[in-house]
């Protein structure tokens, strides 16, 4: 027996350890407390939150003093729990943090998060059971273990390094320890990248720098927050419309807001609007028709005190910010058992692990909209799992269902380390929802075992 399996509840879905209390693991963790199933949430901050904490304890958040939300307030909220009524569109990361805050009290489940608790290895043993060091140093054993440890905050620094950066006269620095733009005051900044951390801190830096290069190897399509008066991610998106045609639609509607991208001296894209990350951006365009962002190519080097651009114009520069993006990482666990080469990982629906189902991934995917709702359902999935009311797929379903949505991936996204867990929000909420009705239908067959008591009577048969 497991320890701690005598405080099981009544349906026994053994205990469960959740790592971490960001946005990801408090919708989680709420979905686990309202099916009163027994879990243990380690955070290694003081507070809820994640990244939305602006100076978390934890050292890992990537918030900078104006950071707003850039998928909308009702793109982002909960379902049970809206964002105060005077919240603006995009509130500020204050807000959201704040709004996080209220969800865990008004859901009453602070009590099962311990805080300041971080999660230093988790070992798998034959049996199936996890075993959770804590960074207190004390051991606990776990029948499943939810990882929600977030991945925006270990930076991707450019690979390989660009020549001349080791002896480079000025400062390089990765945006996610970027905090205000009091760094950029008189000075020269190049800006390298295209997605949103560099358009922010490209217009941020061009307030107060003395000039700004904003640097890309590829274009992107860069979506305003506003089209029709409304938040550009509350526009009607069927998922039943094809793909296609909805992308026809969005690039017709970018194109008579602003023109292509070139048209202001930017990269062209490669690609069709849906086909990469999207970049959202209300202020760049402005920015750089007032002259105060000088679009560039790509870096080719950085020499002494110049960077010198692929087009071979050259620029004196005080400070480099590659916003490059970020590496999924999971530092807890043994990089043989579980890890993500290149930020590839093969999940089912981007939560169960093909060789491990009692271990599941919450927010683990890159939206075309917002984490949270996402987060929510796949709580709400796992904890439907846990109990018995659902069932997964047979394991050969389960890769044939991977394969398909890795192939799907690649064809469509530009090839990019930033385009491997993409989903697009409004279809793998439909999907998700056609999965979980299809498990409920097996779990039903199967008799509602939860997936714990399975693994026990297999060890009792083996032994
Ligand atoms: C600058 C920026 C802006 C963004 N803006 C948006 C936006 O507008 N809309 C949107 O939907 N998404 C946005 N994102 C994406 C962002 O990842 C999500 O908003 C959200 O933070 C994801 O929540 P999470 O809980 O998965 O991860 P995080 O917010 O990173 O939370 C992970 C939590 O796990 C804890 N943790 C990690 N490891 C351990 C451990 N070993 N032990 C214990 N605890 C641990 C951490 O302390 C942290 O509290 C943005 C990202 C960045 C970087
Ligand atoms: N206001 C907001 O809400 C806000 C602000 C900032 C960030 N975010 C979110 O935070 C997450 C991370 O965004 P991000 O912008 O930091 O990272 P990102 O989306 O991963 O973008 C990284 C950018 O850097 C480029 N890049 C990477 N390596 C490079 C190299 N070696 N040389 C040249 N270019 C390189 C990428 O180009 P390729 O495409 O060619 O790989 C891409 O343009 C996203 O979810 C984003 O939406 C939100």
Not at 33 to 50: A, L, P, Q, T, Y
Not at 314 to 343: H, M, R, W
Not at 363 to 392: C, F, I, K, N, R
Not at 433 to 440: L, P, S
């Amino acid at each position: 027996m497991y320890a701690g399996a005598e405080e099981e509840t009544v349906r026994g879905p053994g205990r469960v350890c959740l790592i971490g209390a960001g946005s990801s693991g408090i919708a989680a963790a709420k979905a686990l407390h309202e099916r009163g199933i027994s879990f243990d949430c380690f955070e290694r901050s003081d507070r809820v939150g994640g990244n939305w904490v602006f100076n978390n304890s934890n050292g890992t958040s990537a918030a900078y003093r104006e950071l707003f939300i850039n998928t909308s307030r009702p793109r982002m909220e909960y379902s049970d729990f809206p964002m105060p009524a005077d919240y603006p569109d995009f509130p500020h990361h204050s807000q959201i943090a704040a709004y996080f805050d209220e969800y865990v009290d008004h859901f009453g489940f602070r009590d099962r998060i311990s805080f300041q608790t971080g999660v230093a290895s988790a070992t798998r043993d034959e049996g199936g059971a996890w075993t959770v060091e804590l960074e207190t140093g004390e051991t606990r054993s776990y029948e499943d273990l939810i990882v929600a440890n977030g991945h925006h905050w270990n930076p991707r620094w450019p690979e390989p390094a660009f020549p001349g950066s080791e002896d480079f006269a000025g400062e390089q620095m990765h945006a996610h320890s970027y905090i205000e733009n009091s760094i950029f005051a008189g000075k020269r900044v190049v800006v390298l990248g295209m997605g949103n951390s560099a358009m922010d801190i490209a217009v941020e830096s061009s307030y107060v720098a003395e000039s700004t290069y904003l640097a890309a190897r590829q274009g992107v399509w860069i979506v305003p927050k506003y089209i029709f008066g409304k938040p550009v991610d509350q526009l009607r998106n069927d998922p039943r419309v094809p793909f296609k045609v909805r992308q026809r639609f969005t690039q017709a509607l970018l194109r008579a807001y602003a023109g292509p991208p070139e048209r202001h001296g930017l990269p062209k894209p490669n690609h069709r609007f849906g086909e990469a990350h999207p970049t959202v951006s209300g202020r760049i365009l402005d920015r750089i028709q007032h002259g105060t962002i000088i679009p560039k190519p790509n870096i080719a080097a950085l020499e002494g005190g110049t960077v010198r651009f692929e087009d071979g114009t050259v620029v004196e520069a005080d400070i480099v910010v590659y916003c490059t993006g970020y590496k999924i990482t999971f530092p807890f666990f043994d990089e043989q058992l579980i890890s993500a080469p290149e930020n590839h990982i093969e999940l089912f629906r981007r939560v169960f692990h093909t060789d491990y189902p009692n271990v599941q991934f919450i927010g683990l995917l890159q939206p075309l909209g917002a984490v949270m709702p996402l987060a929510e359902a796949q709580g709400s999935w796992v904890g439907d799992y846990l109990l018995g009311d659902y069932a997964l797929p047979s394991a050969a379903e389960i890769r044939s269902d991977i394969e398909a949505d890795q192939r799907a991936m690649r064809e469509r996204y530009v090839a990019s380390k930033r385009h491997t867990i993409q989903v697009d929000f409004d279809d793998y909420l439909y999907e998700l929802a056609k999965e979980r009705r299809a498990g409920a239908v097996r779990a039903r067959a199967a008799g509602y075992l939860p997936p714990a008591l399975c693994r026990r009577s297999a060890a009792t048969t083996a032994s």
